[in-house]
């Protein structure tokens, strides 16, 4: 495990490890969202439900007919701290999205979307309305699987390359993520998971020469040793996936070899690394920096915590090992 050290901003995205907030839009974590993106995190998270009686898209951790966040109805930065939250999903990128124009030395900013119970085609919420909410309300400021792919065959021979632009070509970018909701895997008669739609919709967009409709990365989901894509029997689906995410204690555990994602040029999300043995307390900041220093050393190229009250560590910045 190579040690880490700060990293600069002509480092490309694929070479850095920076910290992440889990539940970011929690309201019991903070009054609203932009106080979180106050704190210059590599990562925050939107926990997102297709309401299919109104057929909205909803930002609660539980209630899939309802709102539950720090969102707010902004149409300045000014407006980002103050006004009544609990906004459907529209609201909250624009609340990114006024963040990023008010703070122009930020990001680049993954935004990650955790599809609880996964798209819901027959009520027309499917990967194609996503992506029109997200263009419509953050507009330029998304950095697109087309950015990324150029003029490479495929997204995975793109990062392979390490074509990923440095931070500094970032600046202001939002990179946009999905995974599998916990409903939507816990559910045995969902046999069209998130990954997999997402990843045959771009297959249909690349065939139809529109890919740059496309707003989003979609990711492998859960740990696993080897390539993980192995998992997907359909092999056109696999060179779209050049993100990860899993168990911060899964990869740590030395079941899986990380510097293949970093060897290849993936990038690695590792989840909740404040549980790998052994447990870092929320406030013991030289223990939390530690564990940000090592998961740098293998690979990673974001620790995501529940951290949400140390800044220092939030806003953490670090070569990848």
Not at 56 to 75: D, F, Y
Not at 285 to 304: E, F, W
Request: aromatic fraction near 8%; charge should be negative.
């Amino acid at each position: 495990m190579a040690p880490a050290f700060a990293a600069g901003s002509g480092s490309r995205v694929s070479q850095t490890t920076t910290v992440g907030i889990h539940n970011t839009y929690d309201p019991s974590t903070f009054t609203y969202l932009a106080q979180a993106l106050d704190l210059r995190p590599g990562l925050i998270e939107l926990d997102v439900w297709p309401n299919i009686i109104t057929r909205e898209w909803k930002v609660s951790h539980s209630n899939p007919l309802g709102n539950s966040n720090n969102c707010v109805a902004a149409t300045t930065a000014a407006g980002l701290y103050t006004g009544g939250t609990n906004k459907n999903l529209e609201y909250c990128l624009d609340d990114i999205r006024l963040w990023l124009g008010a703070h122009p030395d930020a990001g680049p900013l993954i935004l990650k979307l955790e599809l609880k119970t996964g798209f819901s085609a027959r009520t027309n919420q499917g990967p194609a309305q996503l992506d029109a909410a997200i263009a419509a309300h953050l507009g330029s400021a998304v950095f697109k699987p087309a950015d990324l792919l150029g003029s490479y065959a495929s997204l995975d021979d793109a990062a392979k390359a390490n074509a990923w632009p440095t931070r500094a070509q970032l600046t202001g970018k939002v990179i946009i993520d999905v995974i599998p909701g916990t409903v939507e895997e816990a559910n045995p008669t969902d046999t069209l998971r998130t990954d997999v739609e997402y990843a045959q919709y771009l297959n249909g967009l690349k065939a139809a020469g529109t890919l740059g409709k496309a707003q989003i990365f979609p990711v492998v989901h859960n740990a696993q040793a080897g390539d993980p894509r192995s998992r997907y029997s359909d092999t056109t689906l696999r060179p779209w996936f050049v993100l990860f995410d899993g168990d911060a204690s899964t990869y740590a555990g030395g079941s899986v070899d990380t510097s293949w994602y970093d060897t290849n040029h993936y990038l690695l999300v590792m989840t909740d690394v404040q549980t790998i043995a052994p447990a870092v307390a929320a406030g013991d900041l030289a223990a939390a920096q530690a564990r940000v220093t090592q998961v740098a050393g293998l690979h990673a190229s974001v620790a995501s915590s529940d951290w949400a009250s140390m800044p220092s560590v939030n806003a953490t910045l670090l070569d990848r090992g």
